[in-house]
């Protein structure tokens, strides 16, 4: 009887390794890797991913990976798509630039083909979210309590369709007007007086525009 459940566990063992062999000796798949990146704003040291906004540009670029190696692609047609739409194709176009659509919201599925590749169709799809801009107002104090005069706060845009910040208009409003000019527009100083009791709320808002368009953010 031992000598049966030996031989028995041998014959286990021995039907696990043939089975990692296998699964380590498998031949390699191609695979095509899809990167994209777009042309809008985010502050200096933002080390996330820039999202396309509205009307933004989209740059997309593929590779194909074959046996761990990259795979010379210059004779080969590729083909672009955004949601299920023609954008572009032609041989050895592994990259290309479009236009995000005109409303901000919802995702493209891009996808990338190289039809005829030696061993078969390879095609490539992935998800490039249309972000709506936003802009944080970044205080300088904790907890959002202050106790010294003046008070400064800073705009932040992020994924604005604008090469920097100089393209946008900022507009300050301290409890329900607007102060007066600042040479630097991102940032606004607020001064209050001795009279001011502790507790007291300052409401702040913050509306932002491109300079040449009829697009406006505005938070709080």
């Known amino acids: 009887m031992k000598k049966f459940l030996c031989i028995q ?29 777009s042309n809008t704003y985010a502050p200096p040291g933002f080390v996330g991913k820039i999202m396309p906004t509205a009307s933004s540009e989209i740059t997309a670029s593929v590779e194909l990976i074959d046996a761990g190696k990259i795979v010379d692609l210059s004779k080969q047609n590729v083909y672009w798509y955004g949601n299920n739409n023609f954008l572009s194709g032609g041989i050895g176009l592994q990259t290309i630039t479009f236009r995000a659509p005109d409303v901000a919201g919802g995702t493209i599925d891009l996808r990338a083909e190289v039809p005829n590749y030696s061993k078969g169709s390879q095609l490539k799809t992935v998800g490039v979210p249309i972000a709506r801009p936003d802009v944080v107002i970044e205080t300088h104090f904790q907890s959002g309590r202050f106790s010294s005069s003046p008070l400064q706060l800073t705009a932040q845009p992020y994924f604005f369709n604008a090469a920097s910040p100089t393209r946008l208009n900022f507009t300050w409003s301290v409890n329900g007007q607007t102060p007066s000019g600042a040479e630097n527009p991102q940032s606004l100083n607020i001064k209050f007086g001795q009279t001011m009791t502790p507790g007291t709320t300052i409401p702040v808002s913050l509306s932002v525009q491109y300079t040449d368009s009829k697009f406006l953010f505005e938070t709080a």
């Not at 390794?17 to 390699?28: D, G, H, I, L, V």
């Open 9 to 37: 566990l041998f014959i286990l063992l021995l039907g696990f390794s043939a089975r990692s062999f296998a699964q380590t000796t498998a031949p390699n798949v191609p695979k095509l890797l899809l990167t994209w990146s």
